[in-house]
């Protein structure tokens, strides 16, 4: 009876290990770039080296909807329908830590100059600050549906996308310090620094979809210019001393200067919801074709077919 005994808690603790190693996920070389996405309808994390050579997959059974990476080596993973978000370690492939959020989150933002992670809570209409540790530090009330957020210097820019409002945020007192009037259900935000400017884009309402970009004075919030970039421009990201924005509601890239001229368009995949600029290559995630397509110059050089529903892409470069 002794051995049983035993023989049986061993089983029990084997059970355990088990357990909690299925929990873990394929460590990432430190030293490797990659750009990931996150895929929302398979929910996962897939990884792709700079000649688009998929490294790994991380396949989730939580929903998460966004992620957002820590420093070099940790991501933050998050869901509007989770009253948890979680941090994983990418060179273990461990979870870290887990942290209450409550349910309704719709952005994260990690600032590598105060080293706080940002979070927009769209059913309390809260933003939350934490350290990049995950210990709660402050929560401010903003308008309806915070969502996109971007920084410069000591302020947080977050767009409230069920409203006409976009806040103004100092980032270390989270105080809310100025509003800016913008179109409804605005989303994207790019910082130019150069030029001390906020391009905003947006989806539109009903059956007045946005085709512009607008561009605000970064201190001011007096709005400078518009141009258009038909159907819904929603997503940004810098090349050079370029803007590559993303129309999603056309299918649509553009290669804009700081005025807004027109470099190049390319027509690419299928509601294309993210761009990244990944060592000498701009990557996009088509979300209903499920391909992500690397390009070179406005040419696709390469398309890589991942996990359904590629919502989102990370960008980690070469290791410090």
Known sequence: MKKFIIHFFSCIVLLLLA???SERMEDI?????????LNILQPSLTFYGQSGELITTWVFEKGYTGAVLIGFDQVLLYGYQLQHADILQLSSGKKVKSIDVGLGITNGYYDEDT?????????????ISYTENGQLKKKVKLRNYPMSMAASKDYLYVINYKDTVLSVVHKENLEVI????????SQGLYVSHEH???WVGGHGIGNKPNKFVRVYNLSTGQLNREFTLPLMPIAFSKADED???SSHGSNTIY???ADGDILWQQDIGANPFAVAQFQDKLVVAGYDDHTLYFLDDGEIQKQVKTKEGPFQLLVRGDSH
């Not at 070389?29 to 996405?37: I, L, R, W, Y």
């Open 29 to 37: 070389n430190p030293h490797q770039p990659f750009v990931a996405s």
């Open 243 to 245: 803007i590559i924005v």
């Open 255 to 257: 290669r804009v200067t």
């Open 19 to 21: 357990s909690c190693d």
């Open 196 to 198: 001390q400017e906020l």
């Open 178 to 185: 100025d509003e800016w009037p913008v179109s409804t259900s």
């Open 115 to 127: 080293s706080q992670l940002f979070l927009t809570n769209g059913k309390t209409n809260e933003l």
